[in-house]
């Protein structure tokens, strides 16, 4: 689950004034190090930063080997701070859903919302984390879903060589949505085309089901057996759980349990007869709520049982004054596009280091991707998206 104060909070808030006086840099490398930082730990902008969130995820998956926590110190107190953790990973490179290379390496990677630093402290950022390739700490680094044009994104491009970064990493779009005042105000403010379908399938849904139609919202701590169980009774049915990806009671029931004692876990569960059949999970960012999963039974599929959900679940924060904005999350989809009223760029950066294992790594994956990429231009959009869905269909654990 992979859980990312304005609206929403894209540039993060510094954790002290940048100032020109002299900085220190350091690295904290153990669990109790980066535990000495929690009161210095602010300005992230996405659950995966949450300091008990990263100290889970370290806990949890054996490939993490430590912490690889970047402080910059001005006055003696931390004033920007990088979350990143060193790992043993495989580095899939694959063509179409095909995996044709996976080298092992040592890479220190940055989480997803992992920076909290003004804008004049990420080239010390960056300087730190190209100098742990330099001593061959790690044999690559990698920023996971970083805003394009963002300070640290500069830094990095602008001081690491073109020929050691990963080339064709995709660029994808971000779509948020800025909400209506209230629940009233939502469907005038859809599409022609989007209110119209919306409203049909949820009054055919309504007419139908009536009374045994039931949508609940959880957010509270003593809820946690419930909302785990019943998103892994949809979860286990979805093509996301085919492909390995979305909620798993497993390894995101911990995180879950950190975000309801935490107060930004949030979850809608949509149930016929008692029984769940489609969910959407957020997390709470200041004044933003970010999807982390979704997904529905396949089984009520041609009931657009995700459509209505998605409906409810809108109008249910229209109507809360603690909920500005909807963060779609990472990667592009239709309904995104029909909804957001305001969009960026988000990509991964990875620079390798020069060990032989990181540019033997490094040729391979460009060679794939590259392929890959060919393929793709040559195949056309609209018949990649007929492939994705014929693929999606067979991982579909319920149609196996």
């Not at 390894?251 to 979850?267: C, E, M, S, V, Y």
Request: overall charge neutral; some cysteine; aromatic content about 6%.
């Amino acid at each position: 689950m992979s859980l990312d104060a304005t609206a929403p909070a894209r540039v993060p808030t510094a954790i002290a004034p940048s100032t020109p006086a002299a900085s220190r840099v350091s690295v904290c490398r153990t669990v109790e190090e980066v535990e000495a930082l929690r009161e210095h730990w602010t300005g992230f902008t996405h659950p995966d930063a949450d300091l008990d969130v990263f100290l889970q995820v370290i806990r949890d998956r054996d490939e993490i080997l430590a912490p690889h926590v970047v402080v910059v110190e001005r006055d003696g107190r931390p004033a920007a701070l990088l979350a990143a953790r060193l790992e043993a990973c495989e580095l899939p490179a694959k063509f179409g859903y095909a995996t044709v290379l996976k080298p092992k390496l040592r890479r220190i990677t940055v989480v997803t919302g992992g920076v909290s630093a003004a804008a004049d402290l990420a080239g010390e950022l960056a300087d730190e984390l190209l100098g742990a390739l330099r001593r061959r700490e790690a044999d690559a680094i990698e920023l996971q879903r970083i805003e394009v044009g963002s300070p640290l994104h500069r830094a990095v491009l602008e001081r690491s060589p073109s020929a050691l970064r990963q080339r064709f990493a995709p660029v994808a779009p971000h779509h948020v949505m800025d909400l209506p005042a209230s629940s009233e105000e939502l469907l005038p403010a859809l599409s022609k085309s989007v209110r119209d379908n919306l409203k049909r399938y949820s009054r055919k849904l309504a007419r139908d089901y009536g009374d045994r139609l039931e949508m609940r919202r959880f957010e509270r701590p003593e809820e946690l057996d419930r909302v785990v169980a019943d998103l892994e009774t949809v979860a286990a049915t979805t093509y996301q759980r085919g492909l390995g990806a979305g909620f798993t009671a497993e390894h995101d029931g911990p995180l879950t349990r950190i975000g309801l004692d935490g107060g930004w876990f949030r979850a809608w569960v949509l149930y016929l007869d008692g029984v769940p059949c489609a969910f959407e999970i957020g997390h709470m960012s200041g004044d933003s709520l970010i999807i982390s999963a979704k997904g529905f039974d396949p089984e009520y599929g041609r009931l657009h049982v995700g459509k209505v959900l998605q409906l409810k679940m809108l109008e249910d924060l229209c109507d809360d004054p603690a909920v500005n904005v909807l963060d779609f999350g990472f990667g592009d989809a239709e309904y995104k596009q029909k909804l957001a009223t305001r969009t960026w760029e988000d990509t991964d950066v990875l620079v390798f280091g020069r060990t032989f294992r990181a540019l033997r790594a490094a040729a391979g994956r460009t060679a794939v991707l590259s392929a890959d990429r060919l393929a793709r231009r040559a195949a056309g959009a609209d018949r990649i998206a007929k492939i994705k869905r014929r693929w999606r269909d067979r991982r579909t654990p319920a149609a196996a």
